[in-house]
C-alpha cells in the first residue's frame, strides 16, 4: 500500500482500489492437501476445505480449480489401490472444498488418506485456453458434449486437464469419473459417467477444463502423455488397473506436484464413448518419477 501511495502522489494520478494483492494477467496458487489421518478405513466419500493464499485472486473473477489423486503418504509395500474420482464444491476467494470418492464396492476398506495435488486460478494462460462447460441434468449412464477451441489456436492436439464442480453440495450419488475424448487441434469431447449405474438424477455439475500446448508462463515445468494401450489383460498385482512408471525429464528437490487428466480416442475400432467409465490417479511420486494408474471400464471391451 505505502508504495501504491506514492506511486499516486508521484504521477498524481487518479488510482482505483481494487484488491489488496498483485495484479497478475494469471492469478495462480497451488499446493497438496493431505486429507486427515482417521481412526477408521476410508470408505465412499471425504471432503475437506483447502485454503487459498491471501490476496491471490480478484474478488470479480470466477474461480478455477484443477485437482488430482494421489498417495504419496502410502507405505512403500502398499498395492495398487482402488479407482478414486474427485471434485470440488464451495469454491470461493479464500477457500474451497476438495472431495474424493472411492469407486467400486470397497470390498478392500483401507486406512491411508489420500492426497490431492491442486492448482487454482483465474482467466487463461498466455497460449493456453479455458473454459467451463455445465451439465445441467443427465440420468443414468455416460454424458458427454463436445467443445470447440477458437480457430487457429492450436497447431497440433493441445495438453488437456479437466475437473468436476458440484453447484449442489453433499450429494454422494453425483460423484462421477471425468474423462476428454478425442483430443484434436478444433475441439475435444468432454464424458462423464456416474459411478454406479442407476444413481438417480445428476444436476448442476460443471466440468472446468483447460487446454495448452506451449505455455510462455511456466505454469508447469514439464508436461506430456501416457499411452495405456487396452490390447492386455491389467495384472491382478496391480488391482487390474493399468500402471506405468514415468520418468520425469528434470531433477527436482522435493516430489514435485503432478496433474493427470484420462483422455481416450475413439477411432481405429475403439468403442464408443458411451460405454466407458475411465479413472486415472497416482500411486507414488519421488523426484525422479511417478507411479500413474489408470482403469478403463468398458462394456464389451476389444
Known amino acids: 500500500m505505502c508504495i501504491m501511495k ?87 476467494m479464500d477457500n474451497f472444498t476438495a472431495c474424493i470418492s472411492r469407486t467400486g464396492r470397497n470390498d478392500n476398506p483401507s486406512y491411508e488418506l489420500e492426497s490431492v495435488d491442486w492448482i487454482a486460478y483465474q482467466g487463461a494462460p498466455n497460449g493456453g485456453v479455458t473454459g467451463r462447460e455445465r451439465f445441467t441434468r443427465w440420468w443414468t449412464g455416460t454424458t458427454c458434449r463436445t467443445i470447440s477451441f477458437p480457430g487457429g489456436k492450436f497447431s497440433s492436439s493441445p495438453t488437456v486437464l479437466a475437473t468436476l464442480q458440484h453447484e449442489r453440495r453433499g450429494l454422494k450419488h453425483d460423484a462421477a469419473s471425468v474423462w476428454i475424448e478425442d483430443i484434436s487441434s478444433s475441439s475435444i469431447k468432454v464424458c462423464l459417467r456416474e459411478l454406479q449405474n442407476f444413481d438417480g438424477v445428476h444436476e448442476d455439475i460443471n466440468v472446468y477444463w483447460m487446454a495448452f500446448e506451449i505455455l510462455h508462463r511456466p505454469l508447469f515445468t514439464e508436461h506430456g502423455s501416457i499411452d495405456f494401450p487396452n490390447d492386455y489383460t491389467p495384472q491382478q498385482s496391480d488391482n487390474y488397473a493399468f500402471c506405468k512408471t514415468v520418468e520425469m525429464v528434470r531433477n527436482y528437490t522435493k516430489q514435485p506436484l503432478v496433474m493427470v487428466t484420462p483422455t481416450h480416442r475413439t477411432g481405429g475400432g475403439r468403442k464408443n464413448p458411451q460405454c466407458n467409465g475411465i479413472s486415472a490417479w497416482i500411486e507414488s511420486i519421488t523426484s525422479q518419477n511417478f507411479h500413474g494408474s489408470k482403469v478403463l471400464s468398458m462394456l464389451n471391451a476389444p
Open 6 to 92: 506514492r506511486e499516486i502522489c508521484r504521477t498524481r494520478g487518479n488510482f482505483t482500489y481494487y484488491h489488496p494483492g498483485g495484479c497478475q494477467g494469471f492469478p495462480l496458487d497451488k499446493g497438496r492437501h493431505f486429507l486427515r489421518q482417521q481412526d477408521f478405513p476410508w470408505s465412499d466419500t471425504h471432503c475437506e476445505i483447502v485454503s487459498l493464499k491471501p490476496y491471490t485472486f480478484y474478488p470479480d473473477k470466477p474461480l478455477h480449480i484443477q485437482l488430482t489423486v494421489n498417495y504419496v503418504n502410502a507405505l512403500p509395500t502398499s498395492k495398487v489401490h482402488e479407482a478414486t474420482v474427485t471434485w470440488t464444491e464451495n469454491v470461493n
